[in-house]
């Protein structure tokens, strides 16, 4: 049951991403992907209780610079550890009825990257290497998470 409403919350209100920086995490060199599992919603209580029941993530305050004075405060519940990720993805994918696709590409992804770090494949400057698989990843699923007409 615990799964399934995982599931059901993450048709809804979620999204399985794979962000691309432009420059790692030093701000030079090879871009690196950040994967995520995300929920934004107004309701701070429903996400902390969400966060209860999958037992991983943090809640953050979304503020943005043009928000109307009549807007609500938005609230996103975020997942950004491969670890968490694949665990939770592993989890639900049979509960899933929609965005199936999207947790399936997330999941891979989380899987080569975690064999990647324990084989411990370095570059020059502690940069992880990236496969074509994994671009191939990142861009799908950000096909598939394209708002609008496809």
Request: proline share 3%; glycine share 6%; net charge positive.
């Amino acid at each position: 049951m615990r799964e399934e409403i995982i599931a059901w919350t993450m048709v809804w209100e979620g999204c399985f991403s794979l962000a691309k920086s432009s420059k790692n995490q030093k701000g030079t060199g090879t871009p690196y992907y950040r994967p995520s599992l995300q929920i934004t919603n107004t309701n701070k209580e429903l996400l902390d209780r969400f966060q209860q029941v999958v037992g991983c993530g943090k809640i953050d305050l979304r503020v943005k610079e043009d928000r109307k004075m009549n807007c609500k405060a938005k609230y996103a519940w975020r997942v950004n550890t491969q670890k968490d990720i694949k665990n939770i993805c592993e989890s639900i994918l049979p509960f899933l009825p929609a965005k199936k696709e999207q947790a399936e590409l997330l999941l891979e992804y989380c899987i080569l990257r975690l064999n990647t770090k324990l084989k411990g494949v370095k570059l020059i400057f502690g940069e992880t290497t990236r496969t074509k698989r994994e671009e191939e990843i990142y861009k799908r699923i950000k096909e598939l998470n394209k708002r609008g007409v496809r």
